[in-house]
């Protein structure tokens, strides 16, 4: 049996389980670098925390990680010592701003960017050690269309795609969500327009990107909003610190707390359907098991 196909199995073997916290797994992807994927990532989760989630970072960038760096948090561990067996994913999670949970991957180990089936299986199952209570999991995606995006963004219930007003950035997003409908039935997206220098050039890019996949493929975009292009978003960065926290009536702040805002009215899952819900409800069950930690 393949690694993937027992992913599935055990993933069907659990959907009897009465989850009482559902969970909203939401995979942040891009069709290329440089486009602001995992500023946008870092400020759905501290934002989603402002508001009262219990929320989870996954950077699932596993062998280019930048989120310990973007939130100056400093692991100890990370998911190479997970892989390898040096700790538990329990020891490699950190505790970021506003108490997001971040799960921190590796920067600069290619040997993070090429998992075989069977470490990526391991990894996926190494998620049943948590205890953690969370109600939404920011899964931070590597760019491109790698195994390992496609295994994360699969998984997810909600995929958001990051563009921006570059021609490479429309078409390598259109590649990404092509593969993942093509090839993995994945037929509903949220656009979001980062860097934007105006809401009009936001849904310009969102049309110019939608001219192509209503064409060509049989998918659902929806328009989730625009994050302006700013200049506190680079101050944030070199302060490490999310906008949404260091500077929270700048634009960009006050347009991430707008995205978050229409995040909270998607509907929320009521079982376990793809490989990362599959573990996160593992992971409310411990939870639930262990009387949750407060």
Same mark, same amino acid.
């Given at each position: 049996?393949?690694?993937?196909?027992?992913?599935?199995?055990?993933?069907?073997?659990?959907?009897?389980?009465?989850?009482?916290?559902?969970?909203?797994?939401?995979?942040?992807?891009?069709?290329?670098?440089?486009?602001?994927?995992?500023?946008?990532?870092?400020?759905?989760?501290?934002?989603?925390?402002? /508001?009262?989630?219990?929320?989870?970072?996954?950077?699932?960038?596993?062998?280019? @990680?930048?989120? +310990?760096?973007? !939130? #100056? *948090?400093?692991?100890?561990?990370?998911?190479?010592?997970?892989?390898?067996?040096?700790?538990?994913?329990?020891?490699?999670?950190?505790?970021?701003?506003?108490?997001?949970?971040?799960?921190?991957?590796?920067?600069?180990?290619?040997?993070?960017?090429?998992?075989?089936?069977?470490?990526?299986?391991?990894?996926?199952?190494?998620?049943?050690?948590?205890?953690?209570?969370?109600?939404?999991?920011?899964?931070?995606?590597?760019?491109?269309?790698?195994?390992?995006?496609?295994?994360?963004?699969?998984?997810?219930?909600?995929?958001?795609?990051?563009?921006?007003?570059?021609?490479?950035?429309?078409?390598?997003?259109?590649?990404?969500?092509?593969?993942?409908?093509?090839?993995?039935?994945?037929?509903?997206?949220?656009?979001?327009?980062?860097?934007? /220098?105006?809401?009009?050039?936001?849904?310009?890019?969102?049309?110019?990107?939608? @001219?192509?996949? +209503?064409?060509? !493929? #049989? *998918?659902?975009?929806?328009?989730?909003?625009?994050?302006?292009?700013?200049?506190?978003?680079?101050?944030?960065?070199?302060?490490?610190?999310?906008?949404?926290?260091?500077?929270?009536?700048?634009?960009?702040?006050?347009?991430?707390?707008?995205?978050?805002?229409?995040?909270?009215?998607?509907?929320?899952?009521?079982?376990?359907?793809?490989?990362?819900?599959?573990?996160?409800?593992?992971?409310?069950?411990?939870?639930?098991?262990?009387?949750?930690?407060?």
């Amino acid at each position: 049996m393949l690694a993937s196909e027992a992913m599935m199995d055990q993933a069907a073997g659990l959907r009897y389980i009465s989850n009482p916290q559902p969970v909203r797994v939401i995979a942040v992807t891009s069709g290329k670098g440089g486009v602001g994927k995992s500023n946008v990532s870092v400020n759905i989760a501290v934002a989603m925390a402002n /508001r009262g989630h219990d929320v989870m970072l996954l950077d699932a960038d596993l062998g280019l @990680a930048n989120i +310990d760096v973007l !939130l #100056d *948090v400093r692991p100890r561990y990370t998911l190479e010592h997970v892989v390898s067996g040096e700790c538990t994913l329990e020891e490699a999670v950190v505790e970021g701003p506003v108490g997001v949970k971040i799960i921190p991957a590796a920067s600069g180990v290619q040997k993070m960017a090429q998992l075989s089936q069977a470490e990526h299986l391991g990894l996926v199952r190494s998620f049943s050690e948590l205890s953690e209570p969370i109600d939404t999991l920011i899964v931070d995606t590597a760019a491109g269309i790698s195994d390992s995006v496609t295994a994360f963004t699969r998984a997810a219930r909600e995929v958001v795609v990051v563009v921006c007003d570059e021609p490479a950035s429309i078409t390598d997003a259109y590649a990404t969500i092509k593969v993942l409908s093509r090839d993995y039935k994945v037929n509903r997206f949220h656009v979001v327009a980062n860097m934007a /220098r105006s809401l009009k050039q936001g849904r310009e890019l969102f049309h110019k990107l939608t @001219a192509a996949t +209503d064409k060509f !493929l #049989d *998918v659902t975009l929806e328009f989730s909003g625009v994050i302006p292009y700013d200049e506190v978003l680079i101050k944030a960065v070199r302060q490490q610190k999310a906008v949404v926290d260091a500077y929270p009536r700048s634009p960009a702040g006050l347009a991430f707390k707008k995205l978050v805002q229409k995040i909270e009215r998607w509907p929320i899952p009521t079982n376990a359907e793809g490989h990362l819900e599959f573990f996160v409800e593992r992971l409310i069950r411990f939870s639930t098991l262990s009387g949750g930690r407060q």
